[in-house]
């Protein structure tokens, strides 16, 4: 996604709300920054599994089988029903980074829907602040305000996050260890941010897709929702088994302050 401090054009048809708008300027990068950060992968989650974590997870074992997870982040957003009609026809699950403004407040039903049908739901903060810019009081905040309001819908506390725009540093840590939250960042970006495009999307994923994958999309672009329909439908024919990000770990255990990335 383009830099915050660049302009970005507004077509007048991509975003119906200055709401929208806003987030658009300020969403993931694709992890600018931190190539040097210390990543656990999910071969190596499953590998050290804590000792009273059964052997199995559900109805998946992603040492076996050939995983991948689909996340989308930024939602819930008017695009998210038709998500998650498509996700629950294909019988795919997926994980849902969820913004707190303008979005949870917004669709509360959606969050409730989201849980009931067996998806992961999980935060990527309040107000899509850079949490390497804020203070840890504000990083607490921007994290507690989300997790309070999901748990208050769906009666689960996250325990995974994603930091906007991939930006996560030591400070991040501590206060997602102290919140009880992991970091997951991802592998696979379809930069729907750029285009409307289902098609080059759906190029995109199709790409980059590999075993232990975690795909970023977000449903809040209209170009996205569209394209996930070929998207699993190409990911099944290669062999690929949808998962959860937690399914994606087990037998191990997404454990707070560690960065999860394939």
């Not at 709300?17 to 992890?31: C, E, G, N």
């Not at 917004?106 to 849980?115: F, G």
């Not at 992991?182 to 941010?193: C, G, M, N, P, R």
Request: glycine share 6%.
């Amino acid at each position: 996604m383009p830099s915050p401090t660049r302009k970005t054009k507004n077509t007048g048809t991509t975003f119906r709300s200055a709401a929208i708008l806003s987030a658009a300027l300020a969403l993931a990068l694709p992890l600018t920054g931190c190539s040097s950060l210390d990543t656990t992968a999910p071969s190596s989650a499953r590998a050290h599994p804590p000792a009273d974590t059964q052997a199995r997870f559900g109805s998946v074992d992603c040492r076996e089988a050939k995983c991948i997870a689909l996340t989308f982040d930024a939602g819930p957003s008017e695009h998210s029903a038709r998500l998650l009609d498509i996700l629950k026809s294909e019988r795919v699950p997926a994980t849902f980074f969820l913004l707190g403004r303008r979005h949870i407040e917004k669709y509360p039903e959606l969050v409730e829907r989201m849980a009931e049908e067996g998806h992961e739901v999980a935060s990527h903060t309040w107000d899509h602040k850079i949490l390497t810019r804020l203070r840890p009081d504000e990083i607490r905040e921007e994290l507690e305000r989300p997790n309070d309001a999901i748990e208050k819908l769906t009666g689960h506390r996250p325990t995974l996050m994603r930091p906007p725009q991939g930006r996560t540093d030591e400070t991040v840590h501590r206060v997602s260890r102290e919140l009880g939250l992991a970091e997951v960042l991802w592998s696979v970006t379809a930069k729907d941010y750029t285009t409307n495009d289902s098609a080059l999307i759906e190029k995109r994923v199709l790409r980059q897709a590999s075993r232990d994958g975690i795909i970023l999309l977000h449903d809040i672009y209209p170009g996205t929702v569209p394209a996930v329909p070929g998207i699993i439908d190409a990911l099944k024919r290669r062999g690929y088994v949808f998962v959860t990000v937690p399914q994606l770990l087990a037998p191990g255990k997404a454990e707070p302050g560690q960065v999860y990335r394939p």
